[in-house]
């Protein structure tokens, strides 16, 4: 709870800044150093169990086994390096891998600590005006600033949960 308070305050502190046409979030150093721990691993056992599988008869079990620990691996491996996130605060759009969002139509944005899995993240929880409900887990880099950007297009739509 102390890190979510230390970041509300430095939040609340911040009165005005100066937006870029385009502002862009890539992952943090800790989630990509796990992400490649994960994936390059995967990728790594399932060429090993390709090299085992292929002997003198042609084993069908390993091979399979094989593919999806490459698949996993490089899914894995893809997600970690790929995940962008950009707001253009001309338009007002924010564009992640799976998401184009008009800021126009978003009704509330409340930044809140919430349950993601096992652990609390702090997330920013977004109503549009057609009752979708899109939450948008800060796992990027200079987390401040996203937020910023976000408090500052949205004025009185954004709210801090306490």
Partial sequence: MLFYEDFVKKIDSTDKIQLKKFENFSVEMKKLVSGLGIGVPLI??????????????????????ALVFIFLGLKQLKTTLFYRISVDTETKTLVGEKLVLDLNVVESCTLKEAKLGKNLQVILDIITTNRRQI?????????ERFVLVMKEILKEKFFIKK
Avoid: V
């Fill in 44 to 65: 790594l056992i399932g060429l090993l169990q390709a090299y085992l599988s292929k002997g003198t008869e042609l084993r069908i079990l390993p091979s399979i086994l």
């Fill in 135 to 143: 939450i948008i887990p800060l796992y990027m880099k200079n987390k």
